[in-house]
């Protein structure tokens, strides 16, 4: 079964909602960054984030970079997602594993840490990208980018972002859920959104129990009449090739270029996003000097 987003409206106009089961995606990630507790909780839950602002802002063929920037362990945070699912990102410090809460959940706020900033630049193929930068408020992610979305959208709205990780390190469930509130909406209609929220067990915890995505958008939706608009399917994908960081390394003076053929006989490149790595042989890289001319 691949990832889903379900996306809904509600009947009366009040409100628009997004579920998201990203466990695969998640799991890629931790994968691919072999990353300990901590840093797959924060990166997860900013890989679901991004891409619930993503398919909940963007046109077809925009992207977005979220830089989750604060003063705990695990560093810098970098995601890019779009509107067509399609997410990637990477931590600077995967190998992050803290004391867990008094109530047994991972302290995502201590490894994030509370000083610091959450930023989305979006490319929306105009002159230049548009950046949104807010302050942590919470360094749980979720609160952050409700706050992000209040504050750079204009759109209040309720995110909540969820990453069960196991005891031996691999991801059980991940999964979000985002609610926009629309014109119209009265401060009734959303203080019975945030009762629902109040009574809902952690998300993760209905995704392990095999609830789906219309199962919990009813949940977070409680009493709420929804239409159903789409439902389509997300993944962890990086768009890295050998030809891009040909391109790359074009750019290096040719001086560096043959420093790396002098002494490493060639080069290789990783690619932070994914962990995908290149290989330049001494021929490849004759060929880029060959080509600056």
């Known amino acids: 079964m691949t990832d889903t987003l379900t996306k809904a409206v509600s009947t009366n106009g009040k409100f628009r909602a997004y579920v998201v089961n990203a466990t695969q995606t ?21 890989l679901i984030g991004s891409m619930l602002v993503a398919t909940s802002t963007l046109k077809e063929d ?6 989750i920037q604060g003063n705990g ?18 931590i600077t410090n995967p190998h992050i594993s803290l004391k867990a809460r008094e109530d047994g959940h991972i302290n995502v706020k201590a490894a994030v840490g509370t000083d610091g900033t959450l930023s989305i630049t979006k490319d929306l193929h105009l002159k230049a990208p548009f950046t949104g930068s807010v302050p942590l ?12 979305m209040a504050k750079s959208e204009q759109i209040p709205s309720a995110i909540g972002v969820s990453v069960f990780v196991t005891p031996n390190e691999t991801v059980g469930a991940a999964g979000g859920f985002l609610v926009q509130t629309l014109p119209g909406a009265s401060d009734k209609d959303i203080a019975k959104i945030e009762a629902n929220l109040k009574t809902i067990p952690n998300l993760s915890t209905l995704l392990n129990e095999g609830l789906s995505n219309k199962d919990i958008m009813e949940k977070v939706m409680n009493g709420i009449e929804m239409k159903y ?8 994908k990086c768009d890295c090739s050998k030809e891009r960081f040909s391109k790359s390394l ?6 560096e270029l043959e420093n790396m053929i002098k002494e490493n006989h060639g080069a290789e490149a990783v690619c932070k996003f994914c962990g995908n790595k290149y290989q330049f042989s001494e021929a490849d890289l004759k ?5 600056q001319g």
């Open 73 to 90: 362990p695990v560093g810098a945070i970098v995601v890019d997602a779009n509107a067509k699912g399609d997410v990637k990102g990477y």
């Open 26 to 46: 998640v799991q890629e990630a931790q994968q691919r960054h072999d990353t300990w507790r901590n840093s797959s909780a924060a990166l997860g839950r900013t």
């Open 137 to 148: 408020v919470s360094g749980e992610i979720g609160m952050d980018f409700a706050y992000y």
């Open 250 to 255: 074009a750019t290096l003076q040719k001086s």
């Open 62 to 67: 925009e992207v977005l970079t979220t830089r």
């Open 287 to 291: 060929e880029i000097i060959a080509q």
């Open 229 to 236: 608009l789409e439902e389509m399917p997300v993944q962890f």
